[in-house]
């Protein structure tokens, strides 16, 4: 079954630190794609990236970075340099060919990130 | 701006009552979808639509109901059927509806609570 772990529930760290939000997940499909969105206070969920399961490269943008391993079936991101305004909650979401049909996200329970000054 | 609209903001249902939230979208998205938060879980799939005049059950579409007579528009009604409705709920869109998976835009989420 289709499934998407965030084991970390909260993490709180302090301004500047580095932090990694791990995400695992489950698919029998070959072809499939993750997501990372984020949640801020106001509740709206905002896209930060997508990748597919045939695009191993890793990404940076700005102080965001994002690991992707198959072999381990992970997708985590790590920010560089927290900032409060990183406060949030963080979701890793999965949609796949089997489960797709019209782009259905499954979607992790979330992280919540708290970054102090 | 392009954008999800989602009205209202906080939204208070008696016992028995239906209640309905708004989903508006000017992004010409073709597929449309409606999510259900509680505290500390992800989000589960209600309804979703990928044209108009069409829409399909999510994982938890009991007690819960659609329309898609508009492309931009996606109310969705909680019905007195749907006993624990306290959540929050949000409303998104995406620019196709095959499987290229592009990514779903999200409103800003109306907050809905039992009196």
């Known amino acids: 079954a289709q499934k998407v772990t965030q084991a970390q529930t909260e993490i709180s760290v302090v301004e500047k630190e580095d932090v990694t939000l791990d995400c695992v997940y489950e698919?029998?499909?070959?072809?499939?794609?993750l997501f990372w969105y984020k949640q801020p206070p106001s509740g709206e969920l905002v896209f930060l990236i997508r990748?597919?399961?045939?695009?191993?490269q890793n990404e940076i943008s700005g102080r965001y970075s994002w690991n992707f391993q198959k072999s381990t079936s992970s997708f985590n991101f790590t920010i560089t340099a927290s900032q409060v305004v990183d406060s949030a909650v963080y979701f890793c979401?999965?949609?796949?060919?089997?489960?797709?049909?019209?782009?259905?996200?499954?979607f992790g329970q979330g992280t919540e990130l708290s970054v102090k000054p | 701006d392009g954008g999800i609209t989602q009205s209202p903001k906080y939204l208070f249902r008696k016992e028995g009552q239906n209640v309905t939230l708004s989903c508006e979208q000017n992004?010409?998205?073709?597929?449309m979808y409606w999510y259900r938060q509680d505290p500390g879980q992800g989000l589960r799939l209600i309804y979703y639509?990928?044209?108009?005049?069409?829409?399909q059950k999510g994982d938890i579409a009991e007690g819960y109901s659609v329309s898609r007579e508009k492309k931009e528009s996606f109310p969705l009604t909680v019905t007195s059927a749907q006993k624990n409705p306290t959540a929050f709920y949000l409303c998104?869109?995406?620019?196709?509806?095959?499987?290229?998976?592009?990514?779903?835009?999200f409103g800003d989420g109306t907050r809905l609570s039992i009196l």
């Open positions: 998104a869109s995406s620019m196709d509806r095959g499987p290229s998976n592009q990514p779903q835009h």
């Open positions: 992004l010409n998205h073709d597929a």
């Open positions: 698919t029998r499909d070959t072809t499939y794609y």
């Open positions: 979401a999965l949609s796949d060919l089997i489960y797709n049909q019209g782009g259905k996200l499954i």
């Open positions: 639509s990928q044209i108009v005049n069409d829409f």
């Open positions: 990748r597919n399961s045939f695009d191993e």
